[in-house]
């Protein structure tokens, strides 16, 4: 059973920092191009950041300089550190794990910038 589950999020202050975490399981993690995907209320989800399994990275232009994005494959587990948080970053991240016709998700973490 492929299970993918984020944790990391929560309430934070504009400029602040979080690390969201995914955990895999069930899949041969190393094979996966893992992405960081976000959804705010009203809006489609959109891609935030891509690592591939060879390490290459992709960012959307809304976060590029502020968001990294890393990934262990001895763990299976992928990570977003998230700093200069901005409100507009407010919505909830979900991991996706993406290989060939094989594409799962996760169930979701809620990140709040607010003061």
């Known amino acids: 059973q492929v299970q993918l589950v984020e944790s990391g999020g929560g309430l934070v202050q504009p400029g602040g920092s979080l690390r969201l975490s995914c955990a895999a399981s069930g899949i041969t993690f190393r094979l996966y191009t893992m992405n960081w995907y976000r959804q705010a209320p009203g809006k489609q989800r959109e891609l935030v950041a891509t690592?591939?399994?060879?390490?290459?990275?992709n960012y959307a232009d809304s976060v590029k300089g502020r968001f990294t994005i890393s990934r262990d494959n001895a763990k299976k587990m992928v990570f977003l550190q998230m700093n200069n948080l901005k409100p507009e970053d407010t919505a909830a991240y979900y991991c996706n794990a993406h290989w060939s016709k094989n594409d799962y998700w996760g169930q979701g973490t809620q990140v709040t910038v607010s003061s």
């Open positions: 690592i591939t399994r060879d390490g290459t990275t």
